[in-house]
């Protein structure tokens, strides 16, 4: 009954989100993908690996246990990308015969398989320098401090590249994994470690088996002269993996990780499933984290010292407790194929705010929700729009975007609010058990929805997930003095279509004349029409009018109401987005009044985000009285705010505020505010500035180079001459990777019509470090410079390379043809005359 309850939904729904939207997403060579079809299902993988550091390469034996699907299956397809002296063997050790082409690796069985009939096969095969999967690490004379390590990534379909497989989320399988070492290195792996054991000449076998089947891209090693620090929950060994001396930073990125257990496991209504759980943080890590099952690779960068903790301990912790969650929502049960990785994405990403809301209050989770809603809607307004659901890709990783991550994050909060807390507690808890160790698709968690509570969410997930887009919601209010009605008009602006709904959803509001509950009246309303009007009777005129008072809804709104009720709204709202609607709307009013409110509200404001959009939207009207009020709030406590109240002070481009911002860039405590404050410094146009932005340059440690990002930025907001010079030199293999990725910013900026620059940026396309890579190819579309086109085109085209690399490129295509286009074929980048 639910398979084809299941094949109801999802078919036609998934028919629809195959028609996609917007052209900007679905670039050319992107089609219709579907899971692949098994002969067999994988029962077990056992893969031992003799590593070579110094030669980045590694003896591989691959053992696969398997069981055919159906009757005479004589031959096994694994896929198997770069690998060299390939030899297959069978159970009883006899050699097999193969096919293999160095992308899929095809073995003809001496006799064909019954369903249901088990075998084995052996891989013995060499991996040299893996163009994907498996990485090595290693110093070398730009980076003499660089550690040796080796790590693995398999998500999304790089698995293949390191170990034959069927490739695939819907595959699952226990697995074991030995890896043998120098003796001073330590290897991490899934599961339990059985042994350790000498392999002889100084080197070591590390065994690990993981008894719990899982998806072949979650299967890790990572390889280092790792120090292990211990920690547990009730029973649960949890371990903490980083190189020497990082061992106090590590318990400052990562230390929360036993109460992000404890609360995952309530929320799930499941113990956390595995034998341990472990955390590696690996060097030039570049895919942030990594949840694979039981032993989750992390960013070193999120490692930091105590002067980086208040800003940076949010955003490692996030990155802890996202990666942990997926420890249910996309290892215990995972999405059977990429269409649905929002199942594994959205849920990690809700679930690291709900840790928030659970670790740091309800204001921070507002805060939080709020800004995955920002980050989808700058997608959506300068990328691309696109269902949540759709199988229109290239690779996989077009999907891991804004929409996959923040979008679907917004999606489930609604979700919540619908169902009210109770019954999404139930949902969530019915379908995990429902489908704890299998494969999923989107129309699995509606049926497990209406299962444990009744609800048909039917068409909210086609809304929502299916279908593109979100609502534009315009409103209108006014009072009647003769009627003593309050009245409120709502509008859906959006364009509908096939592919972009017009919106059912839930609005509440709320309208006080006076302070306490008894002076407010809060109502529920249904919004499914173009334009709806309601009117409320009251004893008299509101004094403050809040919509979608608990800011549930994802939503672009246009409220218009009263410069007093803003002002109310500033003072009295109890939720901080609405604090931060009322700041934004009065700062785009800019009157004097305006700004007497918000500087009152900035003094006595103790939200550290609603602190950062009052000083923004003072920032914005750029009055006397503004600056004034930001002047007065250099010393803010929070450096988050702090901050904010530089960036703002940059608008400004006044001779009062340099003396403050070089102070601040000397000698803030926060990596962050120095950092802001150079920028700022750079947008005064003030060319004296020039020494200080060069000397932060050359001598400002900071963590992740903060600081010095701020210097290359303020450098290129200031123009002073010989800054495309600086730019490139700072570009060069050697310099620390943000401040070079910065730099490469900066010069698309800057260096339209520049030979050297655009020499330069092709030349990093070709850099060891991949986050350089795509920084230099996203600032080649910026650019707009034709000449970059047949590079672009080839790495659009590229095999075996990051996914994000082909993606990235192809966008950078796009937007150089369409400066083209609009110039009217003009090559613009060999007739504009190019910046100092």
Known sequence: MDYCRR???????????????????????????????????????RLALDLDLRARAATARCTTRLRAFRDGVGELAFD??????????????????????????????????????????????????????????????????????????????????????????????????????????VAVSNGRLLARRRAGRGRVTWHWRLAVPHAPYLVTLAVGRFRELRDAWRGIPITYYCERGREADMRRAFGKTPKAMAFFSRLAGIRYPYEKYAQVAAADFIYGGMENTSATTQTDTVLHDARA????????????????????????????????????????????????????????????????GRAYFDEDRERYRRPIVTNLWRTPSDLFDRHLYEKGACVLHMLRHVLGDRDFRRAIRHYLRKHRGGSVETADLVVAIEEATGRNLRRFFDQWVYKAGHPELRVAYWWDARTRRAHVVVRQTQKTGDDVALFALPLELELAWGRGARRRKRVKETLDQK??????????????????????????WEIGLPAPLWRAQLTRDGHPLGRI???????????????????????????WAVQVEIATALGQIRSEAALAALLAAVRVADPRARRAVVRALGEFRSARAVPVLTRLGREDPSYFVAAEALRAL???????????????????????????????????????????????????????????????RMLARLGRGDRAALATLLA?????????????????????????????????????????????????????RGDVERAGARPRGRSVRPQR
Do not use: K
């Open 80 to 185: 198997a990308v770069g690998f060299r002296r390939v030899r297959v063997r069978g159970a009883t050790g006899r050699r097999l015969r193969h096919r293999y082409d160095g992308r899929r690796l095809v073995v003809r069985l001496p006799r064909p398989l019954a369903a249901g009939q088990e075998t084995e096969v052996s891989v013995d095969y060499r991996l040299v320098r893996p163009r994907l999967g498996l990485w090595f690490i290693r110093p070398d004379r730009a980076y003499p401090r660089r550690p040796t390590q080796a790590w693995t990534q398999g998500q999304d379909e790089y698995a293949r590249y390191w170990f034959p497989c069927h490739d695939a989320p819907h595959e699952r399988a226990t697995t074991e994994l030995l890896a043998t070492i120098p003796a001073d290195f």
């Open 581 to 607: 609607r009322a700041a934004q709307t009065l700062g785009r009013l800019g009157t004097a009044e305006a700004v007497a409110w918000l500087a009152a509200a900035l003094r006595r404001e103790r939200v």
């Open 531 to 556: 334009e709806q009007r309601f009117a409320y009777r009251l004893p008299r005129e509101p004094e403050m009018v809040r919509v979608d008072p608990d800011h549930w809804l994802l939503a672009r």
């Open 309 to 372: 903790h208040v800003e940076v301990e949010p955003l490692a912790t996030g990155l802890m407790a996202h990666e942990l969650a997926h420890q249910w929502f996309g290892d215990l049960l995972t999405c059977r194929d990429w269409s649905h990785a929002w199942l594994n994405e959205s849920f990690a990403t809700y679930g690291d705010a709900l840790f928030v809301e659970h670790d740091r209050g309800r204001d921070e989770f507002a805060v939080e929700m709020w800004q995955n």
């Open 764 to 816: 990093r396309t070709r850099d060891a470090n991949l986050r350089v890579q795509l920084a230099a190819i996203g600032a080649l579309g910026q650019l707009g410079d034709d000449r970059a086109i047949p590079r672009l085109e080839a790495l659009a085209e590229a095999r075996d390379v990051d996914g994000r690399i082909r993606r990235t490129a192809a966008e950078a295509l796009r937007a150089i």
């Open 682 to 744: 750079g947008r005064t146009r003030d060319r004296d500035v020039a020494p200080v932005l060069r000397r932060a340059l050359r001598e400002a440690e900071s963590w992740n180079d903060t600081v010095r990002v701020g210097a290359v930025e303020g450098l290129a907001e200031l123009g002073a001459d010989g800054t495309l010079a600086t730019l490139r030199a700072r570009t060069r293999y050697g310099h620390p990777h943000p401040s070079r990725m910065a730099a490469l």
């Open 7 to 45: 094949l109801d939904l999802g078919d036609e729904a998934l028919a629809r989100a195959t028609v996609a939207p917007d052209p900007r997403y679905a670039l050319a060579g992107t089609e219709p993908r579907w899971a692949p079809d098994r002969t067999f299902d994988t029962l077990h993988i």
